[in-house]
């Protein structure tokens, strides 16, 4: 690493910058609230007014600039405003767009005195169709790049008076007019992606930055304008970007910042689209070590075992990334759910690991979760001893998944959310219609969450063993267990936990259960739209709801207690001793993953003493490949140990750079709340 970026990197994470931050709170909502402007004058009066009001700092060492010194972003709304908009809408997470992927390449390439050309044009054509709420969203974007723009040139100004002059040059270029070098390219991206945080605008994904950046990286090495060694110096300083006001980013803990970066994997014609920004992006990340971007790795039937080694070099490195998405898999399920194959080709993951289309797609990959072991608790309780043989009851539960699937689904009506004139701006087509991407874009589709699958399976294997097939339990007397947490059963409890058929071990009996689960889990959702006409995807992953379906669950047929966390993602359940990793990916490779495709990783915890040599590299690098060539979708590894994450509990200032992988996301272990350390811990026993 150079030593200007190690200097740079000491910085960031000393946080030295964040005595630039002010603690400006206008009551921006009163006024707009007397001046009764609407949801659109709002959202662009909120954005003229931060980016007027942010005040350019230069940190030492630095080429790519913009920073933020206004550390809130105010809400446009009164109290009393917003409550009577939940009131009458249903309002996924805070109510703004977030967790959707911009086409950044447009405007990079065209600056933004070209996308005013394209605003100008739809402007005479809005006028002449007399669409007043056209207008205001166009002249509203104009007044955005009237801002952005002028706040640019303060950041010029400042580098010319300090000495920075290829920084004032850089910024004389961009955002005005397009890039045509990649670091100029670079600083694009950093000032259009600030302006979205500033917008309030959250969980803003890069998307393909190997693809949409790699024209400008080869002019420069072509050209001999830049050495490959400088090159790469570049992509980390880039890199640190991220770092710099993460912990300004909303999430549910800190780190879930949706600050993920995706690498690899086919282009438009279906050929292998990994190059040599790819490798520099992998190297970069595994030179800084820092959480962000998380970085994800499409891979596929024709991707190199080299490429492999060098995300298991990353792994080694206890980042919890790369993230591995198969796109044999991926594209295939894409297209079966309506989405045009260039698109699917093209798909990026959202926040954590769900998959979105770039430019195009306005999905909200994350609006629910189905619980899985709530499943087979209400059947339990409702159905069993009614039962007279397992297939009965596997008809109640299947029953019971369209159930919760329906009630689920049955509260995503009247969707709100606050427009995102910004965003728009940098979204395929919203320019042109003059509309607002919060209204809908091409792919308008919901995802789900399937939680606890493991736990499902694994109790119904139970159930199908000891009560119908050998008879050792009555359905009654089961159901008792349950309910008094196994108190007084103990015998029956360690039989449940250390006998019975777990998924994670190559058992037939148990994961084809999972492998019905999952099918019901699609079957339930096919042909059901949503109010924006789009469709629902199901999905294998869990996000937080790992802890929080928790919460709702007595004790269940497997042997988990009450209280016990369900498994992170698509997992074995927790304490489970699988007989290894093999068995582990031929368990969770048997579904047809394709029909679950609104993404969700197998997550595997591997013990940090796997890296002592060299040759684990090409051991691991064989593991995902042949997750992926036995038709897994998505893979990620978390690096662990055991001992160090207890001292860093009980010491964490001796940890503050300890990394770790939550659900679909990296984090500082020491700034995680407890209940997720302790969930990270208990995960390294099946290691």
Same mark, same amino acid.
């Given at each position: 690493?150079?030593?200007?970026?190690?200097?740079?990197?000491?910085?960031?994470?000393?946080?030295?910058?964040?005595?630039?931050?002010?603690?400006?709170?206008?009551?921006?909502?009163?006024?707009?609230?007397?001046?009764?402007?609407? =949801?659109?004058?709002?959202?662009?009066?909120?954005?003229?007014?931060?980016?007027?009001?942010?005040?350019?700092?230069?940190?030492?060492?630095?080429?790519?600039?913009?920073?933020?010194?206004?550390?809130?972003?105010?809400?446009?709304?009164?109290?009393?405003?917003?409550?009577?908009?939940?009131?009458?809408?249903?309002?996924?997470?805070?109510?703004?767009?977030?967790?959707?992927?911009?086409?950044?390449?447009?405007?990079?390439?065209?600056?933004?005195?070209?996308?005013?050309?394209?605003?100008?044009?739809?402007?005479?054509?809005?006028?002449?169709?007399?669409?007043?709420?056209?207008?205001?969203?166009?002249?509203?974007?104009?007044?955005?790049?009237?801002?952005?723009?002028?706040?640019?040139?303060?950041?010029?100004?400042?580098?010319?008076?300090?000495?920075?002059?290829?920084?004032?040059?850089?910024?004389?270029?961009?955002?005005?007019? *397009?890039?045509?070098?990649?670091?100029?390219?670079?600083?694009?991206?950093?000032?259009?992606?600030?302006?979205?945080?500033?917008?309030?605008?959250?969980?803003?994904?890069?998307?393909?930055?190997?693809?949409?950046?790699?024209?400008?990286?080869?002019?420069?090495?072509?050209?001999?304008?830049?050495?490959?060694?400088?090159?790469?110096?570049?992509?980390?300083?880039?890199?640190?970007?991220?770092?710099?006001?993460?912990?300004?980013?909303?999430?549910?803990?800190?780190?879930?910042?949706?600050?993920?970066?995706?690498?690899? *994997?086919?282009?438009?014609?279906?050929?292998?689209?990994?190059?040599?920004?790819?490798?520099?992006?992998?190297?970069?990340?595994?030179?800084?070590?820092?959480?962000?971007?998380?970085?994800?790795?499409?891979?596929?039937?024709?991707? =190199?075992?080299?490429?492999?080694?060098?995300? +298991?070099?990353?792994?080694?490195? *206890?980042?919890?990334?790369?993230?591995?998405?198969?796109?044999?898999?991926?594209?295939?399920?894409?297209?079966?759910?309506?989405?045009?194959?260039?698109?699917?080709?093209?798909?990026?993951?959202?926040?954590?690991?769900?998959?979105?289309?770039?430019?195009?797609?306005?999905?909200?990959?994350?609006?629910?979760?189905?619980?899985?072991?709530?499943?087979?608790?209400?059947?339990?309780?409702?159905?069993?001893?009614?039962?007279?043989?397992?297939?009965?009851?596997?008809?109640?539960?299947?029953?019971?998944?369209?159930?919760?699937?329906?009630?689920?689904?049955?509260?995503?009506?009247?969707?709100?959310?606050?427009?995102?004139?910004?965003?728009?701006?940098?979204?395929?087509?919203?320019?042109?219609?003059?509309?607002?991407?919060?209204?809908?874009?091409?792919?308008?589709?919901?995802?789900?969450?399937?939680?606890?699958?493991?736990?499902?399976?694994?109790?119904?294997?139970?159930?199908?063993?000891?009560?119908?097939?050998?008879?050792?339990? +009555?359905?009654?007397?089961?159901?008792?267990?349950?309910?008094?947490?196994?108190? *007084?059963?103990?015998?029956?409890?360690?039989?449940?936990?250390?006998?019975?058929?777990?998924?994670?071990?190559?058992?037939?009996?148990?994961?084809?259960?999972?492998?019905?689960?999952?099918?019901?889990?699609?079957?339930?959702?096919?042909?059901?739209?949503?109010?924006?006409?789009?469709?629902?995807?199901?999905?294998? @992953?869990?996000?937080?709801?790992?802890?929080?379906?928790?919460?709702?669950?007595?004790?269940? =047929?497997?042997?988990?207690?009450?209280?016990?966390?369900?498994?992170?993602?698509?997992?074995?359940?927790?304490?489970?001793?699988?007989?290894?990793?093999?068995?582990?990916?031929?368990?969770?490779?048997?579904?047809?993953?394709?029909?679950?495709?609104? @993404?969700?990783?197998?997550?595997?915890?591997?013990?940090?003493?796997?890296?002592?040599?060299?040759?684990?590299?090409?051991?691991?690098?064989?593991?995902?490949?042949?997750?992926?060539?036995?038709?897994?979708?998505?893979?990620?590894?978390?690096?662990?140990?055991?001992?160090?994450?207890?001292?860093?509990?009980?010491?964490?200032?001796?940890?503050?750079?300890?990394?770790?992988?939550?659900?679909?996301?990296?984090?500082?272990?020491?700034?995680?709340?407890?209940?997720?350390?302790?969930?990270?811990?208990?995960?390294?026993?099946?290691?």
């Amino acid at each position: 690493m150079k030593k200007r970026i190690q200097r740079l990197l000491d910085y960031t994470l000393a946080k030295k910058h964040h005595a630039f931050r002010r603690s400006d709170k206008p009551e921006l909502a009163l006024e707009f609230k007397k001046r009764q402007l609407s =949801p659109m004058e709002r959202a662009v009066e909120r954005l003229v007014w931060v980016l007027n009001n942010e005040e350019p700092v230069l940190l030492p060492d630095e080429r790519i600039v913009f920073t933020r010194t206004i550390g809130e972003i105010p809400s446009i709304w009164t109290e009393d405003e917003w409550q009577a908009v939940e009131s009458a809408h249903y309002i996924h997470e805070s109510g703004r767009v977030c967790n959707i992927c911009p086409d950044y390449a447009a405007t990079i390439a065209r600056g933004l005195e070209g996308r005013r050309a394209d605003i100008l044009a739809s402007l005479k054509r809005v006028r002449k169709a007399g669409d007043q709420e056209g207008e205001v969203f166009l002249q509203g974007l104009i007044r955005i790049i009237d801002s952005l723009e002028a706040l640019a040139d303060r950041y010029a100004e400042k580098a010319r008076e300090e000495g920075y002059l290829q920084t004032a040059a850089v910024l004389q270029r961009v955002p005005r007019y *397009g890039a045509r070098t990649f670091l100029e390219a670079l600083q694009f991206f950093r000032i259009l992606h600030f302006t979205l945080w500033c917008s309030g605008n959250y969980h803003n994904t890069i998307g393909r930055f190997d693809q949409y950046m790699y024209p400008y990286l080869k002019e420069d090495l072509d050209s001999g304008y830049l050495t490959y060694d400088e090159a790469l110096e570049l992509v980390e300083e880039f890199f640190l970007t991220f770092n710099r006001d993460s912990d300004l980013y909303p999430g549910v803990q800190q780190g879930d910042n949706g600050q993920s970066l995706v690498l690899g *994997g086919v282009d438009a014609d279906g050929n292998d689209a990994f190059n040599v920004l790819s490798e520099m992006c992998l190297k970069a990340s595994m030179e800084l070590k820092v959480i962000d971007p998380k970085i994800n790795l499409r891979v596929h039937k024709n991707t =190199p075992l080299e490429v492999y080694e060098l995300g +298991s070099q990353l792994t080694k490195e *206890g980042l919890g990334f790369p993230q591995y998405s198969n796109d044999d898999v991926v594209i295939p399920g894409l297209v079966d759910l309506g989405y045009d194959l260039v698109d699917a080709r093209n798909y990026v993951v959202a926040a954590c690991w769900e998959f979105i289309i770039p430019g195009v797609g306005m999905d909200i990959p994350n609006i629910g979760a189905l619980s899985f072991p709530k499943v087979v608790d209400v059947c339990l309780h409702r159905d069993l001893e009614s039962c007279k043989d397992f297939p009965t009851f596997m008809t109640k539960v299947r029953s019971e998944v369209s159930n919760q699937v329906h009630q689920i689904t049955a509260q995503f009506n009247n969707l709100f959310m606050e427009p995102a004139p910004f965003m728009s701006l940098l979204m395929t087509g919203c320019v042109e219609q003059a509309r607002d991407v919060s209204l809908g874009a091409k792919y308008n589709n919901f995802g789900l969450h399937g939680t606890g699958l493991a736990v499902a399976a694994d109790s119904l294997a139970a159930i199908r063993k000891y009560v119908f097939e050998e008879k050792a339990v +009555s359905a009654t007397e089961l159901i008792k267990a349950v309910d008094c947490n196994f108190q *007084g059963y103990e015998g029956l409890l360690a039989k449940l936990k250390f006998e019975a058929p777990k998924m994670g071990n190559d058992d037939d009996c148990v994961d084809t259960i999972a492998c019905d689960l999952l099918n019901m889990f699609a079957d339930s959702l096919a042909g059901m739209k949503n109010e924006r006409g789009g469709c629902y995807r199901a999905g294998t @992953g869990s996000a937080m709801y790992y802890l929080w379906h928790a919460k709702e669950l007595g004790a269940s =047929p497997n042997g988990r207690l009450r209280g016990e966390p369900l498994p992170a993602n698509y997992s074995p359940s927790l304490g489970v001793r699988v007989k290894g990793p093999i068995s582990l990916v031929k368990s969770f490779t048997k579904p047809d993953l394709s029909r679950v495709i609104n @993404g969700g990783p197998l997550t595997v915890e591997l013990q940090d003493t796997l890296f002592r040599n060299e040759e684990s590299i090409s051991k691991v690098a064989m593991l995902v490949k042949s997750f992926i060539d036995m038709g897994g979708h998505q893979l990620q590894l978390n690096t662990l140990n055991r001992e160090q994450l207890i001292e860093a509990q009980a010491q964490p200032e001796k940890y503050r750079n300890l990394i770790v992988r939550v659900w679909g996301w990296s984090g500082y272990f020491v700034e995680l709340d407890k209940e997720y350390q302790d969930h990270i811990i208990r995960r390294t026993l099946i290691a």
